[in-house]
Structure formats: C-alpha cells, structure tokens
C-alpha cells in the first residue's frame, strides 16, 4: 500500500494548474528583470540629465520633453499638457484600458538645492518600469500608463491631476522614493499652508496713539495663542508659521499684518480639525483685540497617505530580490507630505523608500543632492525600477492582486 505524504495544517497541494500559472508569471517576471536591465545605461543617463539641469515647480519643461521622448520612441501615446498643466503628461499603451496600472514619475527640483529630494531617481525608475512592462506584456493584458507630476515639492501637481480625473481609470499607482530609510510604505502625514491677515487702524504711535488698532500685535498675539494650542496636539500635528507682513514703518501703528502657517497632521481628518483650530483661534484674536481677520488657505492641501498593504508587500518581495532589505517604517515617525496622499485615497498606492545615503543624513540637503547622482543612487534607482515593473505586471496579470487592493481601500474608506 502507498503512503500519502501529509501536509502540514493550513497548507493544501498546489494543483497542476496553479503550478503553470505560477511558472508563467516567473517567466514572465523574469523577462520584466531583463528588459529593465537592458535599459539600465539609458536610465541611468536619464537621471544625470534631469540632475545637472534642475527644473523648479510647472518649470520642468526639459524634463518633461526628454521623459516624454523616451515614452514616445518606445511606442506609448504620449498626451502633453494634461489636466491643465503644461509640464504634466501621460504615456498609455495596451490594446485594453483595464487593467491599468499607472508609473508615476516626479521631476521637479528645490529652488538652491538642486535634486536634494532625488525626484530624478524617481523620473529614471518610474520610466524604466513603464517600459520593461510594455515591452514584455502583450497588448491585451491591459494598460501601462506613466504619469508625468509635476511641482509635489510646492504646487501640488498631482492634486490638480485627481481632481481633473487622470486616475479614474487606474487600478494602481506606484511610485518609489529615495530616502535615508529603505521603508515599506511612507509615513506622510497631511499637510496645508493658511494665510492669516488683520486688518486694524493705522496712528501715529506718538501722535495719536488711542486711534490706533495694531493689526501687528493681533498677529504676535495668534502665534502666541497657536504656541499654547501646540502643547495639547496629538502626534503628528503641528504648526508653523512666518510673518509674511508686519508694517511699513516703525512710527506708525500697522493697519494689515499678514502670516503663513504651515498645517501638519496625521491623517487628513486631523489636519481639517487643525485649520478648524486655526480658524477659531485667529477669529477669537480679531475680537480681543478690535480687528478683522481674513484665513485663506494658500496651497493646495495635501492629503495624507494611504498605504496599499497588498501592493507595498509585492514590491518589497521584488526588491528584496534585488539584494536590498526594506522593513515597515519606525513607530511614530512621519517623513513630511506629498501630494502622493491624494491619489492614494482613491486608488490602490504604493511610495516605498529605497536608502540612497545613511540614517544619519536627510533629504533636502545638498548632500542627498549629490546621493542621487552616486553610484549608490544608480543602484537604488535600478533596483526600484525592477520592484515597481514587477509589480505592475502582477497588477496587470493577477486579478486577485487588484480585487484584494480596491478592497482594503474600499474597507478603510468605510
């Protein structure tokens, strides 16, 4: 009599089938890995490029012509200009619209620094997936797509791009981003500019002193309130502002002072309690103090971000491949905003960081600028392009991938 090998409890025999289909997407993820590194000295020249010619927020001009040119010799439809704005793009290709999965790709510099966030790393590994995809997939397996973002470092490109609807036929978005940490997912919080102005009576101060209403002191006075207000926020919140305008002249009382705070909070909902905060406390300064006061918010606001568990947990697989390790983030830090954050809370999103430089360094420094042009930074930038056109391709290939990422972000929506 034969003896049937038992299977440890909570496993099952993997059938004939899913054995092929299994194999099939090896080979097919195999052949993604090829493509990108054929395509690695391209890439690399791709990102020095962008690096020695900085381009600042809906400025990116060369970036976008030399991003789009790489798309459009390599057979994409690119459309220039999209949702209004003249350095945004998109770059299609597949003979169906679903699937989709989209590359993203940020290209804009800091105004004196240069690529010390290393979006051309960003450019150059978005790029290479779209293309390594395209070049292995057929036609019918869906849409690849790469989206040019412009001005995330201020100005909010992709906000405009998802209030246009550029992702509403998307499955995924997928980006990666340079950092001194190699996380799984990033924490960012949510973040929004206000500009607060008080309009009061100008007077002599020696002239005729009780005629004046000092819009300056109302505005001492809510950075002094904001101060008192900042002890009792939870984790992740804050508030920061500049005097913007505080007078003309020291020998006259200021009628307008103006200030821009910069909100903080963890998550989008904190962040709307926090210009709730602001709202009341710059309204309550105005009637102690017998001004008007005016809060507008000043940039688009950046919601914060939602990770895809199911997406980031693919890309980490492949990344790993590539012989670089990536845990979950530290407990309780949070590594600033992005407009990433909107586009994630409406489709399926990953924005995992790849170590150019050690813990001890920081982005936006002219130091990470020159970690995104080292060899360290070619290998990040390649090893990332290879995890994100793997990990496309299984959003494109793998229907249960894609139908268990809409729903977890369908069930935190809830």
């Known amino acids: 009599m034969g003896h049937s090998k038992e299977l440890a409890p909570g496993h099952r025999r993997t059938t004939p089938r899913e054995a092929d289909v299994t194999d099939a997407l090896d080979e097919v993820l195999a052949r993604v890995r090829g493509e990108v590194a054929a395509r690695a000295e391209r890439l690399w020249d791709v990102a020095l490029t962008l690096h020695t010619e900085p381009e600042y927020a809906f400025e990116e001009h060369r970036a976008a012509a030399l991003l789009c040119g790489e798309l459009a010799w390599e057979g994409f439809v690119v459309e220039r200009g999209v949702a209004g704005l003249p350095t945004a793009f998109s770059a299609r290709s597949g003979a169906r619209p679903r699937p989709a999965v989209a590359l993203l790709l940020e290209y804009d510099a800091l105004p004196g620094l240069g690529h010390a966030c290393g979006h051309n790393l960003i450019a150059a590994a978005g790029l290479g997936a779209a293309l390594a995809v395209r070049a292995t997939l057929p036609a019918d397996a869906g849409s690849v797509w790469a989206v040019g973002t412009p001005a995330e470092e201020g100005g909010g490109g992709k906000v405009t791009e998802v209030e246009a609807g ?43 002193p009780t005629e004046g209403i000092d819009a300056l002191a109302a505005l001492i006075q809510l950075f002094n309130t904001l101060a008192v207000v900042g002890r009792r926020l939870p984790q992740g919140s804050h508030v920061q502002g500049i005097v913007t305008d505080g007078g003309r002249a020291t020998n006259i009382v200021p009628e307008y002072a103006e200030g821009l705070f910069g909100l903080r909070a963890a998550t989008t909902a904190a962040l709307d309690d926090l210009a709730g905060e602001l709202l009341t406390c710059a309204h309550g300064v105005a009637r102690a103090t017998g001004t008007t006061v005016t809060v507008e918010r000043a940039t688009p606001r950046y919601e914060h971000f939602r990770d895809s568990a199911v997406l980031s947990e693919r890309f980490a697989r492949h990344l790993i491949r590539t012989g670089h390790g ?35 360094g920081s982005d936006h420094t002219p130091e990470f600028a020159a970690a995104a042009a080292s060899d360290r930074g070619r290998e990040a930038m390649l ?28 069930a935190a929506a809830l």
């Open 166 to 208: 550029l992702f509403d036929d998307v499955d995924a978005a997928l980006m990666f981003h340079p950092g001194v940490y190699s996380w799984r997912w990033a924490p960012l919080t949510a973040q929004a500019q206000y500009r607060v102005a008080f309009h009061g009576r100008a007077a002599h101060p020696t002239g005729n």
């Open 326 to 360: 990536i845990t979950p983030p530290e407990p309780g830090v949070y590594l600033g905003s992005s407009d990433i954050g909107n586009v994630s809370g409406r489709v399926p999103a990953i924005h995992p960081f790849v170590a150019i430089m050690d813990p001890d």
């Open 383 to 410: 090893a990332a392009a290879e995890a994100l056109a793997c990990t496309a391709a299984e959003v494109l290939l793998r229907p249960e991938v894609r139908e268990r990422a809409w729903q977890d972000l369908t």
